[in-house]
């Protein structure tokens, strides 16, 4: 597979072209219920660089008003695969910032002050039916094949019957009043779009019994009390969009500008999936993939944007991954990072921490092949052969790192003679001739002099370098582990 490094995009060059000058205050708002992945990393990345190219300002709110869909340490998660890819919030829950708390289960007293604002005014109700009222108006809709949906009873609730119950203390949530027809509004991708909510819900719920908002009257509320300029996200809420815009109408505020993004599907058009770990941040970190690779390939995933400026120019084709691409933009950052020795420390820890990590009962006794040339030189000689610096501890490459163990079996016993005089011919040579042509040739000669097949040869110092059957040409693997362990390996065998 080949491409053209000039056609891969750079972050900053897609932030330069792609956005005009807005005042911008953006925010990424990720539900604790899961990593950050492939989909959510790209909303977040977009307003990233909308406000990095407008001079604005982005913000990382987390919505944790469904508190039973939250996962432990997910906040903790999102927030360090965001600085690992670079995305560095301006104002976030660790830095906090003017707009703050930017957790919303902080936020519950904003909320219900909020609230009652849309009470006093009514475009919101106290709502008293039990569960399992709501259960059968579920089920008889779903009887008479028809979609369920609150009939909004408690609407018409006198303000003396309300208060009787309020006052009983019986339990409630309180519901936002829809209005009745078309809620239109202009969408920066997808151009104009309309709905007609109430036709297909009822008055949603916006306090819950427990006091805690849903999502759509948490996002409302914080985006105008942060003084959201343009809510980039994912296409899914776009039909929550014009409910949202009714909350911002019934406020008297002015909603933000609305821009949806369309999905991004596997490489065969499905859908990404929570339950697929391999669209995870989190995995790629683990794999060994650099962030701009993982960022450049969020990017690629189709269209995206063209180059007229602004973000209504963002496609809206739905845009397929292509996992290959991943591969070929890490392989370029580790070359990118091997071109420059400045690097090199940073690499040579990596490969550290990765190979102590692939074989942990190695490092106490010393046997790992850690030295810092001996890294440098194999990621030099491997950059072509991997594609992530995981690879590096594939079975196929453990000789890099670890003596073999396996014992010779009689079909190498034969060969103790020849390993040994090859093993002194190596000692005696200069470390200078210690290169793969000089091997080659020494090995073809030796196996013509010594009336031994070449190919037999090779299989059994393959076998003594590596314990493997099949692998790098020989010369190339005595080259890369160096004079001192080819001459370690083969003696091991003869002694
Ligand atoms: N909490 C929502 C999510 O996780 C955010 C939707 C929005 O950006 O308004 O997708």
């Not at 008889?140 to 609150?150: C, F, G």
């Not at 093993?423 to 031994?452: C, M, P, R, V």
């Amino acid at each position: 597979m080949k491409y053209n490094i000039f056609r891969i995009t750079n972050v900053q060059f897609m932030q330069k072209r792609y956005f005009k000058k807005v005042q911008a205050r953006v925010r990424f708002a990720p539900s604790p219920t899961g990593l950050l992945h492939l989909g959510s990393l790209r909303t977040a990345l977009y307003n990233y660089l909308f406000a990095r190219a407008n001079n604005g300002t982005f913000i990382l709110r987390i919505e944790d008003t469904d508190q039973s869909r939250c996962i432990p340490d997910a906040i903790e998660k999102i927030q360090s695969d965001l600085l690992w890819c670079g995305i560095i919030p301006d104002e976030d829950p660790i830095r906090g910032g003017p707009a703050g708390p930017y957790i919303q289960s902080k936020r519950l007293e904003i909320y219900k002050e909020q609230v009652l604002k849309l009470i006093d005014n009514q475009s919101a109700y106290y709502c008293f039916c039990s569960d399992h009222r709501l259960d059968l108006l579920r089920r008889e809709a779903i009887k008479s094949r028809q979609v369920p949906k609150y009939d909004n009873k408690c609407r018409h609730l006198s303000s003396d019957e309300v208060k009787a119950k309020l006052n009983k203390g019986d339990p409630f949530c309180i519901r936002f009043k829809l209005s009745i027809g078309k809620e239109s509004f202009n969408d920066l991708i997808y151009g104009k779009m309309e709905h007609d909510i109430a036709q297909r819900e009822g008055d949603p719920v916006i306090i819950k019994t427990d006091g805690y908002p849903t999502y759509h009257f948490a996002n409302v509320v914080d985006d105008h009390l942060m003084e959201i300029s343009h809510v980039l996200r994912g296409i899914e809420w776009q039909v929550s969009t014009p409910k949202h815009i009714m909350m911002y109408k019934a406020f008297n505020w002015t909603p933000p500008l609305y821009g949806h993004l369309p999905l991004i599907l596997n490489s065969d058009g499905s859908k990404l999936s929570k339950r697929q770990n391999d669209i995870n941040i989190e995995s790629f970190r683990k794999d060994g993939i650099f962030p701009l690779a993982v960022l450049n390939y969020v990017i690629h995933a189709g269209g995206g944007f063209d180059n007229k400026g602004g973000a209504h120019y963002i496609h809206i084709s739905s845009n397929k991954l292509s996992p290959p691409k991943l591969l070929e933009f890490n392989r370029i950052e580790i070359a990118k990072l091997l071109a420059n020795e400045k690097n090199n420390k940073f690499l040579i820890e990596r490969i550290i921490k990765l190979v102590t990590e692939a074989f942990p009962n190695r490092e106490t006794n010393g046997s790992l092949h850690l030295d810092e040339n001996h890294i440098i030189s194999v990621l030099k000689w491997a950059q072509n052969r991997i594609t992530k610096l995981n690879d590096l501890v594939s079975s196929k490459l453990h000789f890099l790192w670890i003596m073999p163990t396996t014992a010779l079996n009689d079909a190498h016993l034969e060969y103790l003679d020849t390993l040994k005089i090859i093993s002194t011919k190596l000692d005696e040579t200069e470390i200078q001739n210690f290169n793969k042509e000089w091997i080659n040739n020494y090995l073809k000669e030796f196996a013509k002099e010594h009336g031994i097949s070449y190919p037999t040869l090779m299989k059994v110092l393959r076998f003594v370098l590596s314990d493997l059957k099949d692998g790098p040409p020989v010369a190339e693997m005595i080259e890369i582990l160096g004079k001192d362990s080819t001459l370690l390996r083969i003696k091991r065998c003869i002694s």
